[in-house]
T-cell receptor
Framework: AQTVTQSQPEMSVQDAETVTLSCTYD???????LFWYKQPPSRQMILVIR??????QNATENRFSVNFQKAAKSFSLKISDSQLGDTAMYFC?????????????FGRGTQLTVWP | EAGVAQSPRYKIIEKRQSVAFWCNPI?????LYWYQQILGQGPKLLIQ????????DSQLPKDRFSAERLKGVDSTLKIQPAKLEDSAVYLC??????????????FGPGTRLTVL
């Protein structure tokens, strides 16, 4: 069974600072994808970044980057130069290609608050 | 490009009543997903459609939940009769391609259901 664990229910950071959100996962598959989604108070889930498990290079998207440690099954999100608009719930998610098409397994989320 | 549309945004009902949610995916997207997000948890997949066929409904409580996507476009999720534990946000998502499990899922704003 696939599981995703986010051990930080809440995090806070001052704007312009850097923050790292943690995520660990478990899967028996070798071929899978990992995602970070952002859910602001509007509730609309927005894809932040994705990582293919077969790629060793860590994904980056502007101020967002990941630290993917496959052996440790760890997938953390680093947000640089935090902005007030980054305040949201962040979900780590796993998608395996071994079974059902497209099923995402989500963690419980980390509420990030960016302070001025 | 219009995003995933959902209605209503909010719904309050009493237990044992019935309720229906509607979703219109992004134009041309073949795959449609319904997720249930209970407060404090990550979304959980209820059912996945590919065009008008069900791909995965293993986590759908079929004694009370039903869903259809008759013409392969918009979809309706119904709960009959509702229980207190059905209080949650119901998210609809869609993705473009049929055979690529890793295609990005785009989410709608969700419907917040409160069962009293």
């Amino acid at each position: 069974a696939q599981t995703v664990t986010q051990s930080q229910p809440e995090m806070s950071v001052q704007d312009a600072e850097t923050v790292t959100l943690s995520c660990t996962y478990d899967t028996s598959e070798n071929n899978y994808y990992l995602f970070w989604y952002k859910q602001p108070p509007s509730r609309q889930m927005i894809l932040v970044i994705r990582q293919e498990a077969y790629k060793q290079q860590n994904a980056t998207e502007n101020r967002f980057s990941v630290n993917f440690q496959k052996a440790a099954k760890s997938f953390s999100l680093k947000i640089s130069d935090s902005q007030l608009g980054d305040t949201a719930m962040y979900f780590c998610a796993l998608l395996d290609r071994g079974s059902t098409l497209g099923r995402l397994y989500f963690g419980r989320g980390t509420q990030l608050t960016v302070w001025p | 490009e219009a995003g995933v549309a959902q209605s209503p945004r909010y719904k309050i009902i009493e237990k044992r009543q019935s309720v229906a949610f509607w979703c219109n995916p992004i134009s041309g997207h073949a795959t449609l997903y319904w997720y249930q997000q209970i407060l404090g948890q990550g979304p959980k997949l209820l059912i996945q459609f590919q065009n008008n066929g069900v791909v995965d409904d293993s986590q759908l409580p079929k004694d009370r939940f039903s869903a259809e996507r008759l013409k392969g476009v918009d979809s309706t999720l119904k709960i009959q009769p509702a229980k207190l534990e059905d209080s949650a946000v119901y998210l609809c998502a869609s993705s473009l391609m049929i055979a690529v499990a890793t295609d990005t899922q785009y989410f709608g704003p969700g419907t917040r259901l409160t069962v009293l």
